[in-house]
């Protein structure tokens, strides 16, 4: 994840640009006198990262059923019941574009379908895109 620092004067003047890269994927931190005042980064990374963060919750909360489909797909994938194309789909995005965001937030990949079952739901999920 690249991450850039700038001042709250440098943000003032340079907004567009700064927009523009945190929407390709870049944080931004915006400082002041040295000191983290907030962090800028994409609507979707953002959501993503709030899901996963329901998804670390104490175990005796996971029992409680998510009311946010963003949380239930996140479960749903960190505990192999679906592949990252199944999720994908869920979530409206590409398989690439959803490998792409979790390899920046960190979450871990599963490379290719564990069982035939996977692969056809793969094929699924790709032949919905076009």
Do not use: W
Not at 17 to 26: A, I, L, T, Y
Not at 44 to 70: K, M, S, T, Y
């Amino acid at each position: 994840m690249t991450r850039t620092t700038i001042s709250q004067a440098d943000l003032a003047k340079r907004t567009q640009e700064v927009v523009d890269r945190v929407q390709h994927g870049e944080v931004a931190v915006v400082e002041t006198s040295g000191q983290e005042q907030a962090v800028l980064l994409d609507p979707l990374d953002f959501r993503l990262l709030q899901a996963l963060a329901h998804c670390a919750i104490e175990e005796r909360e996971r029992g409680q059923e998510a009311d946010d489909p963003d949380v239930r797909i996140l479960r749903a994938y960190l505990a192999d019941e679906i592949n990252l194309g199944k999720a994908a789909e869920l979530l409206d995005l590409s398989r690439f574009e959803l490998q792409a965001r979790f390899l920046r937030l960190g979450v871990p990949l599963r490379h290719g379908p564990a069982t035939l079952e996977d692969a056809l739901e793969e094929i699924k999920a790709a032949r919905s895109l076009s």
